[in-house]
């Protein structure tokens, strides 16, 4: 397996390629973003990732990773694309995973490995191979129910389970789920992996790993959901739910999250529908905890809402409100389904206030955003009248924050 080719080169897709290039595999990236293929060729990186941009940099400069617009033929594809949704309803839209197949079905040759990374709804390995076969009658593929079965090519479902700000560490460190469509095609995925990881190559079928990635993340976020809540429900009973959780965690089979501005990232924010959308009537708490966290930056904004009526009660007729942090997590660059984004755009939009938008870790506004005033730190402390935290980056530490402006903090007790 010396010849991987990675389709996508974001948040997972890029990490994944140059661990495989820097432990000695001869690595194609795809992308379909321009810049992206050529910032990774001049051994540079497009995002934020600690300690990411010197391994693609060694990678690139040994020849062992090259980006392109173009896939080749390889002896292993992973596929790292976006899955969102489309509509209303939260339904998966896989034709990314589609587009991908499509892509790359002509250049499948007997032996091949196909991996599905990105997160999807339980049988999309299988809607994958569906688009495969149908571009190439030639080839036999595997069947979910015919998992002893020989076939042509070897496919799986590996999903990453990785922390933005760690994925250099965890990529290689955490045990991972190896979901094959057959019994061979599990092991042949796992060869793949052993590349470079060294925690457990846990081997399942490509329907119960599709599931377990989703189940991590809805775990985690009906976790969520019950600190938001708390947060709620204490801010009416004027209980500091920071002490709160404290005194509640002393238990010893408690383990209370902290709360915030909401949920955001492509994983906790989006996995949880995809178990909803596919069955409605049964997932009950999933779907409670999805509403309850998209609903979080409503009360937020309730929250900064009221106290510029209140300073525009004592006679000041536009306040400057300063909105710390836009990612969806502390110390990252990501802003995907970032509850503070979200929050931000409703602030610009009800334009009751002067926003001031502060984000250390990027260096331009996304569109949605176009309207809004990117300020350093000091220039938002400084000039405004209420200083919302929304986001735990370093930078927001107490003892930077000084200023006389009104304090609302969603994140931490400061």
């Known amino acids: 397996m010396k010849n991987i080719c990675v389709f996508g080169l974001g948040y997972i897709g890029l990490p994944t390629a140059a661990m495989f290039a820097h432990h000695g595999a001869n690595v194609i990236g795809v992308d379909v973003n321009q810049h992206a293929v050529d910032t990774i060729n001049q051994g540079k990186i497009h995002i934020v990732e600690p300690g990411l941009e010197a391994i693609v940099k060694q990678a690139v400069d040994k020849g062992n990773l090259k980006a392109s617009l173009t896939p080749v033929h390889s002896d292993a594809y992973l596929i790292a694309v976006p899955t969102p949704f489309k509509g209303q309803d939260h339904e998966p839209d896989l034709s990314y995973i589609q587009a991908v197949s499509k892509a790359l079905a002509p250049l499948l040759q007997k032996g091949d490995v196909v991996i599905l990374e990105s997160t999807s709804p339980v049988g999309a390995t299988e809607k994958m191979v569906e688009w495969l076969a149908e571009e190439r009658a030639d080839l036999s593929f595997p069947k979910y129910h015919e998992p002893d079965n020989e076939a042509d090519i070897f496919v799986a479902y590996c999903p990453e389970r990785v922390l933005p700000g760690k994925v250099v560490e965890e990529l290689i460190s955490n045990d991972r789920i190896i979901g094959g469509m057959t019994k061979e095609s599990t092991r042949k995925a796992q060869e793949v992996y052993r ?217 931490s007790d400061i």
């Open 195 to 411: 590349i470079f990881v060294e925690g457990d190559l846990l081997a399942t079928n490509s329907r119960t790993a599709e599931m377990a990635k989703l189940t991590e993340n809805a775990s985690r976020d009906v976790s969520i959901a019950f600190a938001n809540e708390l947060s709620i429900i204490s801010d009416k009973l004027d209980i500091n739910v920071w002490e709160l959780i404290e005194l509640a965690n002393h238990h010893p089979r408690v383990n209370i999250l902290q709360p915030g501005a909401g949920v955001g990232g492509h994983c906790i924010a989006v996995d949880p529908w995809f178990i909803v959308n596919q069955n409605p009537d049964e997932a009950k708490i999933i779907r409670a905890a999805r509403e309850i966290n998209d609903n979080k930056p409503n009360w937020v904004i309730s929250k900064i809402n009221a106290e510029i009526d209140t300073l525009k009660s004592e006679n000041m007729a536009r306040p400057k409100v300063a909105l710390l942090g836009l990612a969806f997590k502390p110390n990252i660059d990501d802003l995907r389904e970032s509850p503070a984004v979200s929050i931000a755009k409703n602030m610009l939009e009800l334009n009751s206030a002067e926003v001031l938008l502060v984000e250390p870790n990027i260096k331009q506004l996304p569109e949605k955003l176009a309207t809004g005033n990117l300020v350093s730190l000091e220039s938002a402390l400084e000039q405004a009248d209420i200083l919302v935290v929304l986001v735990a980056h370093d930078e927001f530490e107490k003892n930077q924050l000084s200023s006389n402006a009104r304090l609302i903090n969603v994140v």
